[in-house]
DNA sequence: TTTTTAATATTAGCACGCTAACAATAAATC
DNA sequence: GATTTATTGTTAGCGTGCTAATATTAAAAA
């Protein structure tokens, strides 16, 4: 007999549900500071390595090369961003952050502590614990990297 | 002194990369079987109950209404759906499924079960009943709602 | 050296999330 | 009954993800 399978109590349809809540929370928490959620990730990446070209972007946020692309236009719109060719290279341009761009970061944390504390609300430590392990995991699952720092 | 903040260290952080990816492992699941993420969804609330209006798909899916707008096209447009207009309210439509909307049930099921399967990969039980209790408790936190049969 | 292949950025177009704005209808209020 | 308010669906437009296709340039192979 075909085991009859009950959505609701999968954990895919509980991810699904809360993935797309929390994109929706992103967007309001860095909506507050002129920011969307893609671009926020994308300067998370240049505050550790400035100058970074799309296609390291790319690889480092595991996103598409067009995707990166717009969020990058994005950030030139509001410039928080620059983008140079470079000589080395006459097909790839690097992108730089504006002064604007490293001055943003503090606002960008506070809201981050916010989204974080919003998130962790009725979660013990103990949960809070095995959560942080288990996305690990399941980022690996999914993208086959542990960090952004990967070639 | 301010605490430095390591963003990859947060919950929210690991979040926001699992939820990308995870929504892409879905959109490649049902895409096998010519269906898209948000219209799986659809189809799962009317398995349920048949014949509710675009609102009421709103409500259940913790969507705003012009989503439900599009993902009901689009089901329309495959002809697993069809839109009926009733007496009682000239303003709302009613979504019914069609017998092909019935039908796709059983390969939705099938795809379920290996999207399930591969993201409990590398989860041992304990991680993985932990797992469905805090996204049960971020559901609430982000939707306010703990099911979708709510009025 | 010439040709082929690979890498990088870009454009077009789709799904799915959102808000804002509008039309039509129903319900509530005066 | 007439007016106002609320509900429902729809369109327009944007960000963020994707794939496919194209132009340009670099690297490899012939």
Same mark, same amino acid.
């Given at each position: ?21 929390? %994109?929706?929370? *992103?967007?309001?928490?860095?909506? !507050? =500071?002129? $920011? ?7 300067? &998370? #990446? ?47 341009? %690097?992108?730089? *952050?504006?002064?604007?761009?490293? !001055? =943003?970061? $503090? ?7 916010? &989204? #974080? ?35």
């Amino acid at each position: 007999m075909p085991e009859k399978i009950i959505f609701e109590e999968t954990v895919s349809y509980l991810l699904a549900k809360v993935t797309t809540a929390y %994109r929706t929370a *992103l967007e309001r928490h860095m909506g !507050a =500071i002129g $920011l969307h959620g893609g671009q926020t990730f994308v300067l &998370l #990446e240049l505050w550790m390595t400035d100058g970074l070209r799309q296609i390291d972007l790319a690889r480092r946020l595991s996103v598409s090369a067009p995707t990166v692309n717009k969020m990058t236009k994005g950030l030139i719109d509001i410039n928080l961003v620059k983008s140079s060719r470079v000589d080395e290279d006459a097909r790839s341009t %690097r992108i730089f *952050l504006t002064d604007a761009g490293r !001055a =943003i970061r $503090l606002d960008v944390e506070k809201q981050w502590i916010d &989204l #974080e504390d919003e998130c962790l609300t009725g979660l013990t430590e103990t949960e809070r614990l095995v959560l942080l392990e288990v996305l690990r995991k399941l980022r690996i699952t999914y993208t086959g990297r542990e960090t952004a720092n990967a070639e």
